[in-house]
């Protein structure tokens, strides 16, 4: 799978900046040498024009700074479902964004419904499998892209 790191550092920058207003880098946080696993796990695949997913690691800090970004109102005010919504919107956006990085923008892609898990997706042995860190501050993220070996 040749993505060229700057492509989805990019797309991630750019979606976490204009949805939820974060600033983005590459790599681990400064005080941290591993993305937290305190919360959700994002995920959406895809079947055209190869089969594929992506999951972004979250930690809880990342998921509501971002629902507060979205709604535009403190997270005790928004309700699980406003949350979740949130989540699933920013992962849709990232997965279209990336696609159209690794297969061109006129493409055609055939995704799934982007899902919240709470532990990570199970990786298919045969296919090809990336990890990109990136933090917002002090906390750490991490964007998995599995796909179909060629």
Not at 7 to 16: C, L, P
Not at 21 to 42: H, K, M, R, Y
Not at 43 to 68: I, N, R, W
Not at 115 to 126: G, K, L, M, Q, Y
Request: charged share 20%; hydrophobic share 45%.
């Amino acid at each position: 799978m040749p993505m060229i790191r700057s492509e989805v550092f990019e797309a991630v920058r750019g979606t976490f900046e204009e949805m939820a207003f974060l600033d983005v880098a590459e790599g681990f946080a400064p005080e941290g040498e591993s993305a937290p696993n305190d919360g959700p796990v994002l995920a959406l695949s895809y079947t055209t024009p190869k089969p594929g997913s992506f999951s972004v690691c979250l930690p809880k800090a990342l998921k509501f700074q971002v629902a507060e970004a979205i709604y535009g109102e403190d997270e005790s005010a928004l309700s699980a479902g406003q949350l979740d919504d949130s989540l699933l919107e920013l992962m849709n956006v990232l997965a279209g964004r990336l696609l159209a990085h690794r297969f061109g923008k006129e493409g055609t892609y055939k995704m799934g419904l982007p899902t919240i898990f709470f532990d990570p997706p199970d990786v298919v042995a045969s296919w090809s499998r990336q990890e990109f860190p990136f933090h917002v501050d002090q906390w750490s993220f991490i964007l998995v892209w599995s796909e179909e070996a060629s």
